[in-house]
């Protein structure tokens, strides 16, 4: 009777553990899930976003930045373009990336690259620096994925002044043309101009960093003008620079790079 008493009492203490150990258990961590991505997603016919002119964009110095992915390759097509000013896109004939910077003169300074993109090639970090006032000399300079990889200089070269708007995905005067087909992010512009180590620490080997935060070699969030990232809509995440979108440009959620 005393040996069944015994074998009652232990099932019911196991059970109050079990019941215990069930309410006080340690939770279930799961791997956090990452924010959407997005890209605009231009069809090299009609799409193109609009920036109303400010003289933030006029700067003396100053750096552009633009992440592409090409659908189709097309020369003469344009990333991020103020005319009579400044742009980065394709080069007017050949296949290569080109950066430009016009003077009151109406003289360019045309940095182009050595790297040839592709259709299909991924994704592609492209950076035009302009150093107008830190020495006799002025310096175009256009980076891809984080390397320089042309130098274009003068000794007089003021940069023009325009009143125009500034386009995305096309090349703008009044009225659109050579338009870009593929998807374009992360276009940032800055009133000064960025290091190779700060471009180098934006390209990030791949996975762009955030350019509206300091991190590492990038120290120049302050100057940033204006920052678009594209989660489905056309504004700037620095400053007041808003941007209207034509056409029909789309919002792909995919990895960048």
Do not use: C
């Not at 959407?36 to 100053?62: K, P």
């Not at 130098?151 to 009225?175: L, P, R």
């Not at 791949?206 to 935060?213: E, V």
């Amino acid at each position: 009777m005393i040996q069944i008493i015994q074998k009652q009492f232990i099932v019911i203490f196991l059970l109050s553990v079990a019941v215990i150990d069930a309410q006080f258990a340690l939770p279930t961590f799961q791997a956090a899930h990452k924010p959407h991505n997005y890209a605009i997603d231009m069809d090299g016919s009609n799409d193109y976003v609009l920036i109303s002119n400010h003289s933030d964009f006029n700067s003396t110095d100053f750096t552009v930045m633009a992440w592409v992915n090409l659908d189709v390759y097309q020369a003469e097509d344009y990333f991020v373009y103020r005319h009579k000013t400044w742009f980065i896109g394709f080069s007017r004939s050949g296949t290569k990336f080109e950066g430009g910077v016009r003077d009151n003169q109406g003289d360019w300074l045309y940095p182009l690259s050595s790297t040839t993109p592709s259709a299909g090639g991924g994704w592609y970090q492209v950076v035009l620096t302009f150093d107008g006032t830190s020495s006799s000399t002025e310096y175009a300079k256009l980076y891809i994925n984080g390397s320089i990889e042309d130098t274009e200089s003068s000794s007089a070269h003021t940069i023009n002044t325009q009143t125009t708007e500034v386009s995305i995905g096309a090349k703008y005067n009044s009225g659109a043309s050579e338009y870009f087909n593929g998807q374009i992010d992360e276009v940032a512009f800055w009133n000064e101009v960025l290091t190779v180590n700060e471009i180098s620490a934006l390209y990030n080997s791949g996975p762009p960093l955030d350019a509206s935060s300091n991190s590492g070699n990038y120290v120049s969030s302050s100057g940033l003008v204006s920052y678009y990232k594209f989660n489905k809509n056309v504004v700037s995440e620095t400053g007041s620079h808003n941007g209207s979108a034509s056409g029909s440009p789309s919002y792909i959620d995919i990895p960048i790079p």
